[in-house]
């Protein structure tokens, strides 16, 4: 075998190979011999088939197994002999064979770079924190009993007012010039009966609920609307329908008391256990804040610290991933507002400089695990799959086959699981100083922690 080196250019690395024809032969004849001993040909006995019937049958499909054999062990071994660490897939191209000649091909692969590692000890930063306090836990409170209000009937005789709830039937026409009375059929979804309608209320057509002020039950109204450009059904986004309501009832929310009793609708002892739960989901979610907050800070941090050339390859293949969803995003129109003015070549330039931070970042934080020994358990790859099954109740022995049938399946759980590990070890070795601050502070720092 002879290797020849045609390039190295910072990553990059390139070999030519050419394998001897009396390997080639050698493998091939030895593949032969074993398929022989196996094959069943009627005429012959087991084991007694000519070689010129193995090789004239089954020569061809031998000839594909020994190169594709021998392509992928030679590659193996100059990886090896140079001791060199591909960041993707070699590229192999087959240059020259033919039948008794010599087997020539070329190796062309992106090495992964020499990262040197931070001081950790020198990496300082404040990390933003918020104890929970009787405010927000009032607040919660008032919410829940929002949430849990019950509706009283008005019994006296008076208009309906912002805050009430009008049960109506309704029927709604799109307008339409050329239809007798200027409106068409009713359409599909605009009919309903016993609807409750909160005048002020989120989710309605804007105009529907507000057209019910003033109404008195027995009253029928037509309420003029328009449908937003970017309603759900495309047949009625942007057009103007009439929508007539009839108004059978009005109720309005009556105030919860929170007390035990409430507590225990709730199903919990008293309002003291109640109060208990809402501080420690309100202080889970806070840490949660807190950390991706101080986790971002980190990796800005390493990112200013990290100067090595990335693989292009790497960064190539996270640059048409995020651009596939930019992509997607912009014919859907759910661009950003800060890209929305941008053209498609700025557009580029960014998100491809996103891509290799991502990539630099990546790179740095395996190679901590890895210089490190840090490394995710079978326990706690069990624990995340348990945790993702249970977030489809009823199928958990179906989420859990397929982890178990999908190798890159676990890979995706393992990936997050890894890096919060790295970052937790990091974090131990950084000085970090803590900073109270109020819950509103808290939730106006930026979260965004993706490497």
């Not at 509706?151 to 709604?172: H, S």
């Not at 007798?180 to 209320?201: C, H, K, R, S």
């Not at 790497?314 to 995020?322: G, R």
């Not at 997607?328 to 890209?339: M, P, Q, S, V």
Request: glycine fraction near 8%; charge should be negative; proline fraction near 5%.
């Amino acid at each position: 075998m002879q290797v020849t080196e045609q390039a190295a250019e910072g990553l990059k690395r390139g070999f030519s190979v050419v394998v001897p024809a009396a390997d080639i032969a050698a493998a091939r004849d030895k593949r032969l011999a074993a398929v022989a001993k196996e094959v069943r040909i009627p005429g012959f006995r087991p084991g007694k088939v000519p070689a010129s019937v193995v090789k004239q049958r089954f020569g061809q499909s031998v000839m594909g197994e020994v190169l594709d054999e021998q392509v992928q062990s030679v590659t193996r071994t100059v990886i090896e002999e140079r001791g060199l660490r591909p960041a993707l897939q070699p590229k192999i191209e087959l240059v020259k064979f033919a039948e008794g000649e010599d087997l020539e091909f070329t190796i062309e692969l992106e090495q992964l770079p020499e990262i040197p590692l931070p001081d950790f000890s020198a990496i300082a930063l404040e990390k933003p924190v918020t104890k929970v306090g009787d405010e927000e836990i009032t607040k919660a409170l008032e919410g829940i009993a929002a949430r849990n209000r019950q509706m009283e009937d008005v019994t006296e005789a008076r208009p309906a007012a912002q805050g009430d709830v009008v049960v109506t039937d309704f029927e709604g026409r799109l307008v339409d010039e050329a239809a007798e009375g200027g409106l068409a059929e009713p359409f599909q979804g605009g009919t309903g009966t016993d609807m409750p309608v909160e005048i002020g209320g989120a989710g309605f057509i804007p105009g529907f609920a507000e057209g019910l002020v003033g109404i008195n039950v027995g009253e029928t109204r037509d309420v003029k609307v328009t449908f937003p450009a970017e309603y759900g059904a495309a047949e009625l986004a942007g057009k103007d329908a009439v929508f007539k309501l009839t108004a059978k009832k009005l109720q309005t929310p009556a105030s919860a008391t929170v007390d035990d009793d409430f507590a225990k609708k709730l199903g919990l002892a008293d309002v003291s256990e109640l109060k208990t739960r809402i501080s420690e989901s309100l202080q889970q979610e806070y840490d949660q804040i807190s950390r991706l907050n101080v986790k971002r800070k980190l990796l800005d941090a390493l990112s200013a610290q990290a100067s090595f050339e990335v693989p292009a390859g790497m960064v190539d293949a996270e640059f048409e991933q995020i651009w596939q969803r930019i992509e997607a995003d912009r014919t859907a129109g759910r661009l950003d507002e800060e890209d929305k003015g941008k053209d498609e070549d700025t557009l580029k330039s960014e998100y491809r400089a996103i891509a290799e931070r991502r990539i630099r970042l990546g790179l740095l934080l395996s190679e901590i695990g890895r210089s490190n020994n840090i490394q995710v358990t079978n326990e706690e790859l069990t624990g995340a799959m348990r945790a993702e099954a249970q977030r489809y109740p009823g199928q958990e022995r179906q989420v859990i086959e397929f982890f178990q049938k999908n190798p890159q399946a676990i890979e995706n759980l393992r990936a997050p699981l890894f890096e919060e590990k790295v970052v937790d070890f990091m974090l131990e070795l950084a000085k970090v100083t803590e900073k109270e601050v109020p819950a509103a502070e808290l939730s106006a720092e930026p979260a965004e922690a993706a490497a």
